[in-house]
């Protein structure tokens, strides 16, 4: 329950690195049409609807990355939304020095209560030529469990395994209805 008395919206991270099925994952899980994919999904049998920004805000062009100012819009947009069930994002666990951080994100996200934050790391991450890339699981649990996010709430999921049957686990741990 928030504090505010309502029921907690969902915020979904899908943590990896590059190229890892982030994005994917996100289009078996909620149905958006590319891997650059930033608006609402409407369920039209329900009406249901939930943000999706399937590509790592910090992986974005140059010009059309998220920044924090831009993150909140979105947020906001999901929380005056009355269908929304919540917000699905892929997030690259890099440490950017002018892009927005896992850390940035998930402290915005924590703020009023209003989110409830599901976070689903994605390891070994699919491409094997990725993987001397990725920065330890260890260190990457301790960066996310920093940000105050629930421990029961962070899940490890196996990249190498089909994308839909990530989206399934996610599914069915987050409550998310699609």
Partial sequence: ????????????AVIGVGRSGKSTIIQSLTGCKSHNFRDFVIDESTRRTIYVHAGSPQEQHRYNRTDLPEFRRQLRKVLRNRAAQGAVYAIQPTDPSKRLSLEEMFEEVAKDGLFETHVFILNPPRNEARKRDSESL??????????????RN?????????????????????????
Wanted: hydrophobic share 45%.
């Fill in 138 to 151: 260890t260190k990457l649990l301790d960066r996310v469990k920093s940000c105050k996010v629930d421990v």
């Fill in 154 to 178: 962070i899940h490890i999921l196996d990249a190498r395994r089909f994308a839909i049957l990530n989206a399934d686990a996610i599914r069915s741990i987050s409550g998310v209805p699609y």
């Fill in 1 to 12: 329950m928030a504090k505010n008395g309502l029921v907690p919206k969902r915020f979904i």
